[in-house]
């Protein structure tokens, strides 16, 4: 079964077959998701989860270069107001939550760079292979902002040091280190090996006893059932953040390159 939705904000496509449920999406600057491409992808991710025939979920994104830019930039400048500040960073929230929700495990093919809210996307994956060059960065301090949404599901993968220092630091982490730090799962050579290596997760747990993935599943995000209140608190502290001066100077330097 093939379900897809297109438009000028990007794609979001599901597949299922066997059992597994390949879902990707696509935006031409980069893979970046606005806010309509990230109801698209929440509210896909969220209808998957209900499927009684679906074991396993593959998420993944087009093309082979970044695997997501993060948000959209020019939404993020063209945020004039508290209530539109929060609803912006609220995006990546419901993606997160969706994953997290999700009753089956999500495994995630990471063929590139992973910036900002990708980075959260990554951690709210249950089990993540990515190619040795798909370094990431959380880049939100640069623009005067800080990666307060994202935060709790990277916490919850790598721990509060290693989120900070993330965090503090806008710069690259290579694949290694976010291997060693639990971002990803596996790290292999080049694309085909990642392709390889997607299939042949998604096979096995799909192969599994379900009832058996699926506690482990609750197990992995044990201590997050507050997770929709919290990421509304922190979508409002960024919401209110990106108003400010020292931020609007900051993304007008940023556009300016």
Same mark, same amino acid.
């Given at each position: 079964?093939?379900?897809?939705?297109?438009?000028?904000? &990007?794609?979001?496509? $599901?597949?299922?077959?066997?059992?597994?449920? !390949?879902?990707?999406?696509?935006?031409?600057?980069?893979?970046?998701?606005?806010?309509? $491409?990230?109801?698209?992808?929440?509210? !896909? /991710? #969220?209808?998957?989860?209900?499927?009684?025939?679906?074991?396993?979920?593959?998420?993944? @994104? =087009?093309?082979?270069?970044?695997?997501?830019?993060?948000? @959209?930039?020019?939404?993020?400048?063209? /945020?004039?107001?508290?209530? *539109?500040?929060?609803?912006?960073?609220?995006?990546?929230?419901?993606?997160? $939550?969706?994953?997290?929700?999700?009753?089956?495990?999500?495994?995630?093919?990471?063929?590139?760079?992973?910036?900002?809210?990708?980075?959260?996307?990554?951690?709210?994956?249950?089990?993540?292979?990515?190619?040795?060059?798909? @370094?990431?960065? $959380?880049?939100?301090?640069?623009?005067?902002?800080?990666?307060?949404?994202? &935060?709790?599901?990277?916490?919850?993968?790598?721990?509060?040091?290693?989120?900070?220092?993330?965090?503090?630091?806008?710069?690259?982490?290579?694949?290694?280190?976010?291997?060693?730090?639990? %971002?990803?799962?596996?790290?292999?050579?080049?694309? *085909?090996?990642?392709?390889?290596?997607?299939?042949?997760?998604?096979?096995?747990?799909?192969?599994?006893?379900?009832?058996?993935?699926?506690?482990?599943?609750?197990?992995?995000? =044990? &201590?997050?059932?507050?997770?929709? /209140?919290? %990421?509304?608190?922190?979508?409002?502290?960024? &919401?209110?953040?990106? %108003?400010? #001066?020292? *931020?609007?100077?900051?993304?007008?330097?940023?556009?300016?390159?």
């Amino acid at each position: 079964m093939t379900t897809s939705l297109f438009s000028d904000d &990007g794609s979001v496509d $599901l597949r299922v077959n066997g059992g597994i449920a !390949t879902i990707r999406f696509g935006h031409p600057k980069s893979n970046a998701l606005p806010g309509t $491409l990230l109801r698209s992808l929440a509210s !896909t /991710i #969220e209808h998957t989860g209900t499927r009684h025939d679906v074991r396993v979920i593959v998420l993944r @994104s =087009e093309g082979s270069g970044a695997f997501c830019a993060g948000a @959209s930039f020019d939404e993020l400048a063209a /945020i004039d107001d508290p209530g *539109t500040g929060r609803e912006f960073f609220l995006g990546f929230a419901r993606v997160m $939550l969706a994953m997290v929700g999700a009753p089956m495990p999500i495994v995630t093919a990471v063929q590139g760079k992973v910036v900002g809210g990708g980075v959260g996307v990554v951690a709210a994956s249950d089990y993540a292979i990515a190619v040795d060059k798909a @370094s990431l960065k $959380l880049s939100e301090l640069a623009v005067g902002i800080g990666p307060f949404v994202v &935060g709790p599901v990277i916490v919850h993968k790598i721990g509060l040091g290693a989120y900070g220092a993330m965090a503090l630091d806008a710069d690259w982490r290579d694949a290694a280190w976010a291997e060693r730090h639990g %971002l990803y799962a596996h790290v292999v050579a080049d694309p *085909t090996a990642l392709d390889v290596a997607v299939a042949a997760r998604a096979q096995a747990l799909a192969a599994s006893n379900p009832d058996a993935v699926r506690a482990i599943k609750r197990v992995l995000w =044990e &201590g997050t059932a507050d997770w929709e /209140i919290l %990421l509304e608190e922190r979508a409002a502290t960024s &919401g209110a953040l990106v %108003l400010s #001066e020292f *931020t609007r100077e900051a993304i007008r330097q940023f556009k300016r390159g």
